[in-house]
Nanobody
């Protein structure tokens, strides 16, 4: 069993920045370093959508067009943690943000929800105008 716990959400004004963290625990020591990790978000009344993902050795990243050039995903395998640095935040970035681990080994990045099997509980990000 893998547990993912997000932190770092909060209320920020438009144009501001936040850094989300997602720490993994449980039966992770054998798999964390070889999986892809991703961030998704879900706004009220909307479907959960892909935000960013990063492969096992950070050599490859993928971003949704809506966040490209504003958000940066990174990971620290020694700390079993993945990060999402968010800058130039907009009101439309308001959502609950979730981290997730891939079903398969993380040589490549993934973007589809069905490619991820364990999810965190989410952290709320609210951007005021």
């Amino acid at each position: 069993q893998v547990e993912l716990v997000e932190s770092g959400g909060g209320l920020v004004q438009a144009g501001g920045s936040l850094r989300l963290s997602c720490a993994a625990s449980g039966r992770t020591l054998n798999v964390f370093n070889v999986i892809t990790l991703g961030w998704f978000r879900q706004a009220p009344g909307k479907e959960r959508e892909f935000v960013a993902s990063i492969n096992w050795n950070s050599a490859s990243t993928s971003y949704a067009d809506s966040v490209k050039d504003r958000f940066t995903i990174s990971r620290d395998n020694a700390k079993n943690t993945v990060y999402l640095e968010m800058t130039s935040l907009k009101p439309e970035d308001t959502a609950v943000y979730f981290c997730a681990k891939s079903r398969l080994y993380g040589r490549v990045t993934y973007r589809a929800i069905e490619d991820f099997d364990y999810w965190g509980q989410g952290t709320q990000v609210t951007v005021s105008s």
